[in-house]
């Protein structure tokens, strides 16, 4: 039985029509590092930091093997330990919060905007104690935080600032791309994310000189020179293979993400009648689009309604991270993050890639516009 275009499983992230657009390019990128067998710290990888470095229109890249160990370096780099406190916000991914915890820190949560579902700065300062050693900001979905603000008050404070831009490739603030706003940034290239690799991988982005040198020593041993070791670092590195295809798609990022916030602009336009909350872009941001989210009262239904029109959706994230299990033992309880919790009971996330065609689009949009309200 064949199914028919009406009724085809449109993905949630389409990666496999992505990589059929660049498959002669891989195939050309991997072989020779398959017949020459140097698959650790081979010429991509260099190459890769010197254009991701180019298109963040940051002085220094230096990749690792994802945004996790990007953020966790990062952290050391500023030389965040025990008995520290990071701020960050309750509703990223979860490795934001782990990074922080991973370097014996504790992160302390400060709640978000409704309209950006970035970090509230009106409720910064507040969280600020005598501990507060970092903030790391998180550009959630793609629009950038509002690192003007954020920028200030961490001077004030002496506080150091981690972007999590690891949803923002190529995403702008003020007309400049996010990355270079604080102190570092830290990059996923996870393979569902803007620009991704086939398997896990990550850098980070600075314009510090020593920033970018220790987190260089600590994603490979604490080694710049073969068996000769200054600190004691971990094995972050990205692999050969990961970085040369990563080098054939960034030449492809900047269109990819036009099509996003093509698409993203035709979801809102035509979602504009329907009974959701159409993403809200501040007016000195330009997103990247990794996500397109609504917020719909009846969720579950709506999705319900996708998915047996054969549509994939997401949420992003359903369960607040001072609500996790892993959490626990900070004693949060619903309620602490009012906006985070709200939002994670009305978040759906739709498809949104660069591939989507606008018939796809045309049945996401049908579905919600009738089953919304
Ligand atoms: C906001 C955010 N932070 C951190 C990460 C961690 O990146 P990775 O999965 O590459 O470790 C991700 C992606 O998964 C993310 O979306």
Known sequence: MTTSIANSLIPFVDLKTQMESVAADVDAAIKPILASGGFIMGPAVGEFEKSYAEF???????????????????????????????????????????????????????????????????????????????????????QPADMGPIMEIAKKYGIK?????????????????????????????????????????????????EIAEKVRLLRDHGSSKKYEHRIIGHNFRLDTIQAAILNVKLKHLPAWNDARRRNAAYYTEKLQEAAVVTPEISGNCRSVFHLYVIQVDNRAAVQKALSEANIQSGIHYPIPIHLQEAYRFM??????????????????????????????QDRVIEIVQKHAD
């Open 56 to 142: 963040c229109r940051a002085k220094y890249c230096v990749s690792v093997h994802s945004g996790t160990a990007a953020l966790h370096l990062a952290l050391l780099a500023c030389g965040v330990g025990p008995g520290d406190e990071v701020i960050t916000q309750p509703n990223s991914f979860i490795a934001t919060a782990e990074a922080i915890s991973f370097v014996g820190a504790t992160p302390r949560f400060v709640d978000v905007d409704f309209e950006t579902y970035n970090i509230d700065v009106a409720k910064l300062e507040a969280a600020i104690t005598r501990r507060t050693k970092a903030i790391i900001p998180v550009h959630l979905y793609g």
């Open 161 to 209: 600032v981690i972007e999590d831009a690891c949803q923002a490739h190529g995403a702008t603030y003020g007309g400049k791309p996010v990355g270079t706003y604080g102190d570092v940034a830290a990059f996923s290239f996870y393979p569902g994310k803007n620009l991704g690799a086939a398997g896990d991988a990550g850098a980070i982005v600075t314009n510090n000189p």
């Open 331 to 360: 004693g949060h309880r619903a309620g602490d993050f009012p906006v985070t919790e709200r939002l994670a009971g009305k978040i759906l996330s739709l498809p949104m890639y660069a591939e989507l065609t606008p018939s796809q």
